[in-house]
C-alpha cells in the first residue's frame, strides 16, 4: 500500500505527498497525491484513478481522518488524475473540486455535481486557504489544454501536475530526485511526446522562473528539490518538445 | 435483451402486417355485402389485435430500456462499492466502513429493484403471449366465417385467413421462444 511523507509542516500548515505503491498494479501508472493542510482546510491534489483509491485512502486515513477533507485540485481531466472523484464524494458529498473550467462538464462524468466544482479561470487565481495562500498557476497545453498546478509561498513548493514526471524504472523509485542526470532520463520521453507547444512550455517556464520554489512536485515520479527545481526548469525550457516518436 | 430486441423487431413486422391484410379484408367484406358481416368483425377484431400487440410491445421495449439502465447502474455502483470496501478493509476507517454498509443496504435494495422489473418484464411478455393466443382464435374464426361467402369470395377470404392465421402462429412461436429463454436467463 501506498504511503504519507511529511514534505513540509510549520504549525497546522502542511504538505504529505502519498507515494509509492509496491502492490500497484503494473498496468497502471504510479501516481503521487498530495495532502495539503492548513488550519481545518485540507485539499487532496490529483486524486488519481479509481482503481487506486483503495491505496490512496488507506495512506490518507493514517495521517488525517478523510472526514477533514475540504478540496480536491484536478491539474486536469484524466483518469489517473480524478476518475476516483466518485469515491471521495460517496464518503463526503460536500468536498469541492477545483479544476479548470474547460473540465467542469467533463470531469461530471466520474462523478459530482454542479456545484461540486469550483472553476478555474484560465490566467489562474489565488486561494485563500486556511489563512494561507495558494496560487493557481496556468499550465495549459502542458499537457492537457486546461491545465494549472498549485504554489504555495509558505511552503515553497509548487505541485506541477505532469511538468517534472517521469516513468521510473523500479530499482529508481526514490521519492526525492537524487541524480539529476540520471533522472531526467526517464522524464525526457515523457515530457517530449505529452508537451506539445513550444510556447506553452517557454510560458510555463517563464512563470516558473519567477516563483521561489523550494520542492516541485509532480502527479509521477520523484520530487525536485533545492537547486535541482532550477536545474528541471532549464533542462526543459531546452527540451525539443511536441515530438511524435520519442527515439525515432 | 438481445434477443428480446430481435423477438420485438419480428412482432412488430408481423404485427404491421396483420393490420395492412385486416384493413383489406374489412374493405373487402364490405363490399361483399351483409353475407360477409362476420368476416367483417373478426377482420376489425385482428386490426385492434395488431394494434394492442403494439401497444403491449411499446410496454415491453421501455420495460427492456429500464432494466438496461438499472442493470448498468447496478454494475456501476458495484464497482464503485468494491472498491470502496476494499479501502475500509485496509485503512480500518469508521467513515469507509459506515459509507460501505450504507452503500450495501442500497444495493440490496436495487437488487430487489432489478427482480421486481424482470418479474415485470416476464409478465410482459407472458401477457404477450395470450395476445397471441388470441390472434390464433380469431384467424381460425376468420376462417370459419370465410365460408359464409359466395365461391369467388371464399378463395379469396380463405387466403387472408391463412395469412392471419400463419402470422399468430409466427407471434406465438416468438413469444414461446423468447419466453423460453428468459425464463432460463
Redesign the interface.
Known sequence: ?KKAVTLFESGSHRWQVIARDPERPSHLIDTNEYLVTSGAQVMLTDPGG??I???V??AL??VT???NITHIFASHQDPDVISSL??WL???SDIKCYTSWLWCTFIPHFGGEQDTFIPLPDEGMSIDFGGRPLSVIPAHFLHSSGNHHLYDPTAKILFSGDIGAALLPPEQDGLFVTSFDQHVRAAKGFHQRWMGSRDARDAWCNRASKLDIEMLCPQHGAIYRGRDVQRFINWFAELEVGVLRVGA | MTSLNEAAKELISRSFQVNLLALDAMVQSKRGGSSLRGFDEVSSQMRSWSRDLHKELEHLRQLSRDVVVDVSTASKEG??LR??A??A?????E??TQ?VTA?RADESEREEQLKRRWREVLDAVGDLDQLGMMAVVLSRSAMIEASSGSAEQRAQLNDVSQQFYSNSEAVVNVLKGLLKVMRQA
Do not use: I, V, Y
Not at chain 2, 478493509?89 to 476507517?93: F, I, M, R, T, V
Open positions: 500500500m479509481q482503481e483509491f483503495p491505496a485512502f488507506s486515513s493514517e481522518d478523510p472526514r466518485a469515491l460517496a464518503l463526503k | 464497482h464503485l472498491l470502496l476494499r479501502a478493509a485496509s485503512a480500518g476507517n467513515l469507509a459509507t452503500r
